[in-house]
């Protein structure tokens, strides 16, 4: 998946979608507190219970849009110039990689004769590529005009779940991780896809998981997830798009390094040198 690339250089002027809402924003760089972990003890908390939930997604629209406000996102539209095409709404469909498409097929099953309807011929066409054809000039008003529409919202919320949030919580799950491992597998598959190629997710975690065992295997929750990290750089390094390694060095390494395992707030992080806090 793409990310907003208006956000990896300081020198860069960030987009209208992309402003501050000011929720998050200004706090100090103060480090996560310590927690107490049970899942040190073997009792796992989970990323799909709804107030954790809503943390992971506040934590990737920090990383995304410069904002808390994900909900915010939906209209979210722009072609970053990343090679995938048009990028948008909540999690970063994109037009070239497939998931944009199944979103409007989705949203047109719930809502047939939508406005984003007549868009599925030139959605296909240039599925795998940077094109436009057929969707400019007036796509990115219609996406706009689509995203206030609750149906759409929730086309967008539930293609999300279903090709990223509940096939990494579960597997982390499945690898023994706690509530941060399973975000730090969400936000990994939201960025590089789902797949088995070197840089996609299955391919950071078959890496990870040649350097350290998982907690499932008898691994220490710490290691693993440290190694998994050190794969995700790489895998971020490897495309200039992604270069900016913020979510992974100021925000995901400090949740580790405290032995935030289960994820709870009070959380302080930083993203692309913006100070963030989730209080509660």
């Not at 020198?11 to 200004?26: E, H």
């Not at 934590?59 to 994900?70: C, G, I, R, T």
């Not at 915010?72 to 048009?86: N, T």
């Not at 023994?176 to 391919?203: C, E, N, R």
């Amino acid at each position: 998946m793409s990310r907003r690339i208006g956000l990896t250089a300081a020198a860069v002027a960030l987009p209208a979608a992309l402003v501050f809402t000011g929720i998050g924003v200004g706090v100090g760089q103060a480090a996560t507190p310590v927690h107490s972990s049970a899942q040190e003890t073997g009792v796992a908390a989970n990323l799909d219970d709804p107030a954790k939930k809503e943390i992971a997604m506040k934590l990737v629209s920090s990383a995304e849009n410069s904002s808390l406000d994900w909900r915010a996102q939906f209209k979210y539209i722009e072609d970053i110039g990343d090679g995938r095409g048009y990028t948008a709404g909540i999690i970063g469909f994109c037009s070239g990689t497939g998931d944009m498409l199944e979103l409007v097929e989705y949203y047109t099953q719930q809502k047939p004769g939508n406005v984003l309807a007549k868009y599925l011929p030139a959605l296909r066409k240039v599925n795998g590529s940077d094109s436009h054809s057929g969707l400019d000039p007036n796509f990115t008003k219609d996406w706009k005009t689509a995203a206030a529409d609750k149906v759409f919202q929730d086309a967008q919320e539930h293609e999300r779940d279903r090709v990223y949030f509940n096939p990494s919580v579960k597997q982390g799950k499945d690898d023994g991780l706690g509530t941060l491992g399973q975000f730090i597998y969400y936000d990994a598959i939201v960025m590089h896809g789902p797949g088995s190629s070197k840089y996609s997710f299955g391919g950071i975690r078959k890496t990870a998981m040649s350097n350290a065992k998982t907690p499932a295997q008898g691994g220490n929750q710490t290691t693993y997830l440290g190694a998994f990290l050190d794969a995700r750089k790489k895998a971020m390094q490897s495309e200039e798009a992604h270069s900016d390694t913020s979510r992974v060095d100021t925000a995901q390494r400090v949740f580790l390094n405290a032995k935030n395992f289960d994820l709870n707030p009070p959380l302080k992080w930083k993203m692309y040198g913006e100070s963030f806090e989730i209080k509660s």
